[in-house]
């Protein structure tokens, strides 16, 4: 009678059992499935692949100005996040400063940026996910002078420069295990850029990368759930019409940097960061004429 209980109870557990080994091996997983987890699995990953802040001493090695220090700080406000809906919005701010290596030690024009960002989650599996995001981007150096000194050269003391962009994206990223502790994070963006239906400095006219495709990758290693370091790489090229550049004129056109990240044990979150590119066109602000190739050196954060 009790082996004959017992076979009972196991004929029980057997589906039980081998419906949770089989949502284990797969990718996605029973909770995933549900509608309502959609956008709370997915609220880190769009958290982890916005941009990292940094602060490097000495600044990028390589500009045609010297500089005491450089300094990113970037972050993102969900305003929009609900539990049973594909969408999100956030408000991200982004501040840049480079310090210049003179006497007053100068920032000059500082670069803020001020934009929202809408997410749209295409699936639900968050270890091989797929979104799209719409952002508007409005970027500035508070100045109001002048953009053009009478000799037709930039003012990069106290020339205006203003611009306000759209950039529709879509993202998709895989999770692969190296065993029951680690497991790496491969991230990819391409993006289209377009400046034209908004107002904008018009010292820029033929003269600024006003379309621009993108494209990002980053490659992630955790331990524990831990990230130890990240390898982020990105172009972005114009293919607008300028008065000066063909289509094919890369030396203007393409902006493009690698970096890597490694974030010791007794770090949280920061990571030291090495990083070399290209720039075609400055990105900061006024100083959009400058083409250099450079390396920076410091510290990150994905906060």
Known sequence: MRINCLHMVLLLLLPQILYAQKSSIGSIKAVDLKQGDSIISFLPIYKANRDMSYTSPKGELGA??????????????????????????????????????????????????????????????????????????HHSNGQDGEALNPDGSINTRTGNFSTNYLTASFHFGTRRALNVRSFYQFNNEAGFEWHRWFDYEKALEYDYGFTRLNYTVSIRKFVYKRETWRLNAGLSYAI????????????????????????????????????????????????????????????????
């Open 64 to 137: 045609p100005i010297k500089f005491v220090l450089i300094g990113k700080l970037t972050t993102s406000y969900f305003l929009l996040a609900p539990t049973h809906s594909r969408f999100a919005f956030a408000l991200i701010p982004e501040f840049i400063v480079k310090v210049i290596d003179e006497r007053s030690a100068g920032v000059r024009t500082p670069s803020l940026k001020l934009g929202g960002i809408f997410y749209y989650q295409i699936n639900i599996d968050k270890e091989d996910y797929k979104y799209a995001s719409f952002r508007f981007t």
């Open 240 to 303: 607008n019409m300028m008065a000066e550049y063909k289509i094919a004129s890369v030396k203007k056109r393409l902006n493009t940097e690698s970096s890597f990240h490694y974030s010791f044990p007794f770090m949280h979150k920061s990571f030291l960061m090495a990083a070399a590119g290209y720039y075609g066109e400055d990105p900061y602000n006024i100083y959009y004429r400058n083409k250099y190739a450079y390396l920076r050196f410091g510290v990150s954060s994905a906060l």
